[in-house]
């Protein structure tokens, strides 16, 4: 399975591709802290941790001491030392500095700031890969290769380290993300509660109305009250079509009604008709204000029935009706008096200015009177 990494420790990582780093590496023991705080000894090529028991405190005050990289021997680490002495030295020979062929690293852990150690046992011929020429490594050949390879696997673990943090950062989002989705489902939730309880009570109040008026019992199908709750008009108004299905009910059925259960096909909206609001201001052009609210609220109920807004059809739809000649007679009568109305009360009379063609034609007249008298 594909996975990230730096999901694990960055030397579980760098141990899978040793070998890329240098070839040929036989022995290599890492000792870390985990993000648990656990202290950890692997080996190369070891798929379990070894054995830590009587070795832990030997290995965290190994892990205190302060020193980057170094060439040690295996006697010279006590918990990588099985039963083997140490050589005492009174002064180095080159077969001793020879022998100190394990290379130690430190890195600090970001986990319990003591050093995380890298043990790499480099063979004369391992060594001898990094150098050009020569058979035996002089001591500053050694120091350039303890400095590259400090520096080189230093970089891969804190990229690893880095890697981590980001990927720690956009889980951090992903779960406030997360934490934020199941906040706003729960208040949802309690929102479509609300809204619940609120919609029955108002459909139990409807039925008591009814009830104690006409001594009817009320029901609501389920299919009738999910369509009602799915209406998005206001309250009164679906009263007002509730109301209005019972009275329907009650004309068609034959004596009296004891229970009437609603669906949705009896339930038709009765949206208010938009009323034109009358000028509240009287003056000398309050009749001519007021043919023009007529043919106003005409325009406006043609338009709801779907008709054309022409002549013929406004002055039919009028209350009481009059003939078109009359709308052109009032309109060719008093069209400089129109026009100035029109100019003063610019957000009235909007569907008859924009869609009933004789008062069109006469404002455009006026407005060409005025272009030929300025020429």
């Known amino acids: 399975m594909l996975k990230y990494s730096f999901i694990e420790h960055p030397i579980y990582y760098l141990f899978s591709t040793l070998d890329q780093l240098i070839p040929n590496v036989q022995k290599a ?22 054995d830590l028991r009587n070795k832990k405190h030997i290995i965290q005050k190994f892990r205190a001491e302060k020193r980057n990289s ?48 890298i043990f790499i046992e ?14 035996e490594l002089t001591t500053s050949q050694k120091t350039l290769i303890e400095a590259l390879l400090y520096n080189t696997i230093k970089a891969r673990i804190e990229t690893e380290y880095d890697n981590l943090k980001t990927h720690e950062v956009i889980i951090s989002s992903f779960e406030n993300q997360q934490s934020k989705i199941k906040g706003s489902f729960k208040e949802n939730e309690k929102l479509k509660r609300n809204y619940e309880q609120t919609f029955n009570y108002f459909l139990t109040s409807i039925a008591k109305e009814i009830k104690e008026s006409e001594d009817i019992k009320l029901d609501f ?31 068609l059925s034959i004596g009296k009604l004891k ?18 609001p009358k000028t509240s201001f009287s003056n000398k052009h309050q009749n001519i204000i007021d043919i023009l609210d007529k043919y106003e609220s005409a325009a406006i109920e ?12 406004v002055a039919k739809q009028c209350t009481p009706s009059i003939t078109p ?30 869609q009933f063609k004789p008062l069109i034609n006469i404002t455009e007249k006026t407005e060409l009177d005025k272009k030929s008298k300025s020429a």
């Open 29 to 50: 023991y890492a000792v870390f802290s985990d993000s648990n705080k656990n202290i950890n000894l692997y080996a190369l090529g070891e798929k379990s941790k070894l």
């Open 70 to 117: 170094s060439w040690m021997r295996s006697d010279m680490i006590d918990f990588l030392n099985e039963g083997k002495q140490k050589k005492k030295i009174k002064q180095l020979s080159l077969t001793d500095e020879n022998e100190n062929n394990i290379l130690c690293l430190k890195f600090i852990s970001p986990y319990d700031d003591l050093y995380d150690v």
């Open 122 to 135: 480099l063979t004369q011929s391992a060594l001898l890969q990094f150098v050009k020429e020569g058979k």
């Open 221 to 251: 199908s389920p299919t009738c009250m999910t369509y009602i709750s799915n209406l998005t008009t206001n309250l009164e108004v679906i009263r007002q079509s509730i109301l209005q299905a019972v009275t329907v009910y009650q004309n």
């Open 259 to 276: 229970q009437i259960t609603l669906e949705p096909e009896n339930i038709q909206i009765i949206e208010p008709k938009a009323i034109v």
């Open 302 to 313: 043609l338009g709801e029935k779907g008709m054309k807004v022409n002549g013929a059809n």
């Open 325 to 354: 000649a009359a709308i052109s007679f009032n309109l060719k009568k008093y069209a400089n008096t129109i026009n100035l109305l029109l100019n003063k009360y610019d957000n009235k009379w909007s569907t008859i200015k924009n």
